[in-house]
């Protein structure tokens, strides 16, 4: 009987022993997988805030990016704005070139024209002169002794003396102004008289006078 006790409080013991070491079993396990729990949280954590830190990282990035980009936007606009306003006076400075080459070119052809309109007077003086000129050389037979001339010219072939003694000798020497056309023609005139006149006499009177004037100034002054 005792044997049989003995037996038995073995195997309780032995039974006892072996549920106590698989609830210690039990226990690790719980504890590990607390323990792996705990650690795949921590690291979940950790990847949680890796990753909220990526995103900051990512925001500031693009905001400097942007911020960069604003900046080169802006300088590019300034340097465009710069172009712009060097090219604008640059035209400007074409412009007013451009304007005076115009007002250059305008003032060369007024100046053109006035030395052609002088130049057309001239002509049209000397003109006059010779016309004067040769009526001098040949000068009309009056009728009747009555020819009354009124004749505009540029400056005087006559004095400046009054030519109230003159007109009361000029029918006698009607008849001499035939036989005078072969005296010396006059090359000059007189700078006695104001420069415009007109002149109204019997032609022959006229002539004579004409004829009885000392040289005085060139052909050429006349025009001047």
């Known amino acids: 009987m005792a044997v049989v006790v003995v037996v038995v409080v073995v195997i309780v013991v032995e039974l006892v022993v072996v549920l106590v070491a698989e609830e210690v079993k039990k226990k690790k396990k719980k504890d590990e997988e607390e323990e792996e729990e705990e650690k795949n949280k921590k690291n979940k954590n950790k990847m949680k805030k890796k990753k909220k830190e990526k995103k900051k990282k990512k925001k500031k990035m693009k905001k400097k990016k942007e911020e960069e980009d604003e900046e080169e936007e802006e300088e590019e606009e300034k340097e465009e704005e710069e172009e712009e ?9 074409e412009g007013e070139k451009e304007e005076d080459e ?11 024209e006035e030395e052609k309109e002088k130049e057309e007077e001239e002509e049209e003086e000397e003109k006059i002169y ?36 003159s007109s009361s000798s000029s029918s006698s020497s009607s008849s001499s102004s035939s036989s005078s056309s072969s005296s010396a023609v006059p090359h000059g005139v007189g700078d006695h008289a104001p420069p415009h006149i007109t002149l109204s006499c019997r032609f022959d009177h006229f002539y004579r006078r004409a004829h009885s004037q000392p040289r005085r100034q060139p052909f050429g002054r006349f025009l001047t």
């Not at 306003?85 to 400075?93: T, W």
């Not at 115009?102 to 053109?112: F, I, L, Q, W």
């Open 130 to 165: 010779i016309i004067f000129y040769r009526t001098v050389q040949k000068p009309p037979q009056p009728i009747n002794g009555n020819a009354n001339i009124s004749i505009m010219i540029m400056s005087s072939v006559l004095p400046s003396k009054s030519s109230s003694s």
């Open 102 to 112: 115009e007002e250059k070119e305008e003032e060369e052809d007024e100046e053109e």
């Open 85 to 93: 306003e060097d090219e604008e006076e640059e035209e400007g400075e």
